[in-house]
């Protein structure tokens, strides 16, 4: 199995007593996929290490009662290697058994106790099928490319591919049957020249239409006409100094709801995001309506 393309890491809404709002986070997955995204669940972007395991179960429950496309990604968002399995167990129980998974965060990992991690996983839900995540500024743990390989080659079924945001493996990691994403639109042609399948983003939560064009001239030998804006509006986030947070503050623009972020996060300071704002701008990349209080 190969997954290619476009995937924007899923900004979650919170209710004003900062509980998952999951009607309005599926609406925001929907408009993201009709605007040539897939959708990735439950993820950093989506503050998942934060949410209830509870929240999480009852969303992937919703998912399948509106019936979300079956592509799409479901992180479990756990240190717990038995909330991961058990989560896992409930989405493939509703449809879906593609995941991307990162390590466990806080204590030290080695390359076998990474092993060990995924391994107990596949022997519990063998049926999954797995995207690795790879980001080392929140997991503290850089995969290798020897520990990619094994696993890819004692699980083929299972270990499908990877998203590769600490950057160390994208472009020199080759395995068959195997989708390497990068994790910022300013690696995503690159990337695709090297033959990864795509990327899975937080700023694709508002430029999936660009990333899809880009992608999709790629796939058929267009000229790239847009290129250079998509990286130039995802090095503006990028400068912000926090992601997230720069991704709920411009959104808060389009929705007042999008001001809800789950503590520790916080939006962005006022100057930040009028800096923000001013900047993207100047290069004709604003929000679609203006509703903030």
């Known amino acids: 199995m190969i997954l290619k393309g476009i995937f924007a890491a899923l900004a979650s809404v919170f209710n004003e007593d900062l509980s998952l709002d999951i009607k309005s986070t599926i609406s925001h997955a929907f408009d993201v996929e009709k605007n040539g995204s897939n959708v990735a669940f439950l993820g950093s ?3 998942a290490q934060l949410i209830s395991v509870s929240e999480k179960i009852k ?3 919703k998912l399948s009662e ?3 496309p079956k592509d799409c990604l479901i992180g479990t968002g756990c240190n717990s290697l038995n909330e991961n399995i058990n989560l896992m167990k409930h989405s ?3 449809g879906f058994d593609k995941f991307l998974i990162m390590n ?3 204590y030290k990992n080695t390359d076998q106790g990474v092993y060990n991690f995924y391994d107990n996983i596949i022997q519990q ?5 797995i995207i690795l995540y790879n980001f080392s500024k929140l997991s ?22 990877m998203k590769d945001s600490t950057g160390n493996l994208f472009d020199n990691l080759k395995i068959s049957n195997f989708s390497m994403f990068v994790g910022s639109e300013i690696q995503l042609l690159k990337a695709l020249e090297f033959g990864c399948a795509g990327c899975i983003s937080a700023t694709t939560n508002v430029t999936h239409s660009l990333a899809r064009k880009v992608y999709d001239d790629f796939i058929n030998k267009r000229r790239q006409t ?11 986030f990028d400068d912000s100094g926090d992601l997230i947070s720069a991704v709920h503050s411009f959104m808060s623009e389009e929705d007042i709801k999008y001001k809800r972020i789950l503590p520790p996060l916080a939006l962005l300071s006022l100057e930040k995001h009028q800096e923000l704002l001013h900047k993207l701008k100047q290069i004709d990349f604003v929000p679609k309506k203006n509703m903030a209080a």
Request: charged fraction near 25%; aromatic fraction near 10%.
């Open 45 to 47: 972007t989506s503050q």
């Open 59 to 61: 969303l992937i429950e």
């Open 66 to 68: 509106n019936n979300f």
């Open 92 to 94: 493939i129980k509703n």
């Open 104 to 106: 466990p965060a806080y």
């Open 125 to 129: 839900v063998p049926d999954s099928k």
């Open 140 to 161: 503290g743990y850089s995969f290798s490319a020897d520990l990619v390989k094994k696993l890819a080659s004692d699980f083929p079924k299972n270990i499908v591919g």
């Open 226 to 236: 847009v290129n250079d804006k998509l990286c130039t509006i995802r090095k503006i």
